[in-house]
């Protein structure tokens, strides 16, 4: 543009160099340098204008070709030729763009959540006119943030905040698929897997009832923990107890098949330090009797 101007200015002051009135030959010099001074500015009008004609638009991008402001069609990447002063452009890039937004919402049970999640779209290449026709460059502003928003109230309704948490992946998918539902009708496409939740926050009265039920959950397991510990106790005294039983059945039907004495003398014997005891009873003339104990025979039986 200022190469346009400079040769603007070079053709009329040829005009003034050729009116000027000079005597003899140095009148034919001011002519002829006036002429030199009205080619060159012919020439750096045309060429500037020529050269503000050609317009790159650059990998990654689409160019919206307006003509005095209405909307001719679009332009692909490369090198292209305008009409300097009657037709302009304007750049929409449609590779994947990526962006952040924070909604709040009201989840079933009525607690107030903020999620944090970015997009990643990209404008349809073939529609970044009609997108320019009906949006503008402000999509982001005017599309995308408002309807990020909606499909977030809308689907964390349909959850409880602790469903929300439990079901992340679940709740993920849904407002994504809301999201690129709403957004195709404006050309602009979500990448698949392209919405991240990447937090969700609570009021600090719900944190401290999640916390609570935490500890009473922990405390919950704990008591199950001893009750089962007292179970076994439990069960072990019964069985010691229907042992010891068994036991004394066993013992009761010896005594009453080899007789009681022979039972007894061989409890002695398990019991017996190893050192033969001395025993003897006897009386005197007067009807007293006399005893004595048959340890070998006793041993014998034992080792039968």
């Known amino acids: 543009m200022g190469i346009i101007v400079l040769g603007v200015i070079l053709v009329a002051l040829s005009f003034v160099i050729g009116a000027v009135e000079v005597p003899g030959a140095q009148k034919g010099a001011t002519k002829g340098l006036a002429l030199a001074a009205r080619v060159v500015g012919v020439l750096m009008v045309v060429g500037g204008a020529l050269s503000g ?36 452009i304007v750049l929409l890039e449609v ?11 009201a989840s079933r049970d009525l607690q107030t959540v903020t999620t944090t999640l970015a997009l990643n779209f990209r404008i349809d290449p073939q529609q970044a006119g009609r997108l320019f026709q009906q949006v503008g460059t402000e999509y982001k502003v005017r599309i995308i943030d408002p309807t990020v928003q909606e499909s977030i109230k809308v689907v964390t309704a349909k959850y409880s905040a602790e469903d929300l948490i439990r079901n992340r992946a679940q709740v993920k998918n849904e407002v994504e698929r809301d999201i690129a539902l709403r957004l195709k009708a404006y050309d602009i496409i979500v990448d698949p897997g392209g919405l991240s939740i990447t937090n969700f926050e609570f009021s600090p009265e719900f944190n401290k009832a ?27 005294a019964i069985a010691k107890a229907q042992g010891d039983a068994e036991s004394a059945k066993l013992k009761a039907a010896a005594l009453q098949a080899n007789g009681g004495a022979l039972v007894i003398a061989r409890e002695w014997i398990d019991k017996w ?32």
């Open 95 to 105: 590779r994947t763009q990526k962006e952040e937004s924070t909604a709040s919402a």
């Open 273 to 304: 330090d190893g050192k033969l005891p001395s025993v003897s009873a006897g009386g005197g003339g007067g009807g007293g009797g006399s005893f004595i104990l048959d340890l070998s025979t006793l041993m014998r039986e034992r080792a039968n």
């Open 53 to 88: 004609g050609f317009v790159v638009v650059q990998s990654g991008y689409r160019a919206v070709l307006l003509r005095f402001g209405a909307m001719q069609g679009t332009l692909a990447e490369g090198i292209h030729f305008v009409m300097p002063g009657v037709n302009t």
């Open 210 to 236: 999640i916390e609570a039920k935490q500890i009473a959950q922990q405390e919950a397991e704990k008591q199950k923990f001893v009750l089962q510990q007292a179970e076994l106790q439990k069960q072990t």
